[in-house]
């Protein structure tokens, strides 16, 4: 059985707060690994200013050499767009794996928003990384006041293979302020640094 953490998102570009997000939750979850699920598209964010998912692809791969997180666009070979359905197809494929779906507090705050929410978490335990300035959003957004009754300890983090669902960890570490927005802003063009050939291998098709 592997212990997997799951970290979606558009990575637009990849940058190290996704590296320290994973590595701080490889170690506070014992995981075998972290999969960052690169977004085909996210439904909640417009399409505008959205790089090419085989230059998204490429920036985290970069990102993520020499540690145990896999980038992949396995959403696009399931032809999913929405986490629920991926959680589902991923399950079924990997009946092996323990899955554990990450997320900062910037998603928790939106969670409610996202569709069957209350099915992904009866899916997979979820673990929330705190992220700066968005700590009183998370914890008074519709989703919090649902799942505040299912969190647990985070000294009982490592045991999250067992819990029974829901299940929600909130972890706290030393948190990197580096945006996605900020780097867009400062190299717009910074997707031309990669290859605009066909979408690199998938590492989680294997």
Do not use: C
């Not at 991926?86 to 998603?107: E, Q, S, V």
């Not at 009982?156 to 929600?168: D, G, M, Y």
């Amino acid at each position: 059985m592997k212990r997997i953490g799951l970290l979606g998102g558009s990575f637009n570009p990849a940058h190290r707060g996704h590296r320290a997000i994973s590595l701080h939750a490889l170690r506070a979850l014992q995981l075998d690994e972290v999969w960052w699920l690169v977004s085909p598209g996210n439904p909640l964010k417009p399409d505008t200013g959205m790089a090419p998912l085989a230059a998204r692809l490429a920036s985290a791969r970069r990102i993520a050499r020499h540690a145990p997180i896999r980038p992949s666009a396995i959403e696009q070979r399931l032809k999913t767009r929405y986490t629920v359905d991926t959680l589902a197809n991923l399950t079924r494929l990997y009946p092996r794996h323990r899955f554990i779906w990450l997320m900062g507090g910037d998603n928790l705050a939106q969670f409610d928003q996202w569709r069957g929410w209350r099915r992904i978490a009866r899916q997979v335990p979820i673990a929330v990384i705190a992220r700066p300035g968005y700590d009183r959003d998370a914890h008074a957004s519709p989703a919090m006041s649902w799942l505040r009754r299912f969190v647990r300890p985070a000294r009982q983090a490592k045991n999250w293979t067992k819990w029974s669902l829901p299940a929600l960890v909130l972890l706290r570490f030393r948190p990197d302020t580096t945006s996605a927005t900020r780097l867009r802003a400062a190299d717009p063009g910074w997707h031309r640094r990669f290859t605009r050939g066909r979408t690199p291998p998938d590492p989680s098709s294997h």
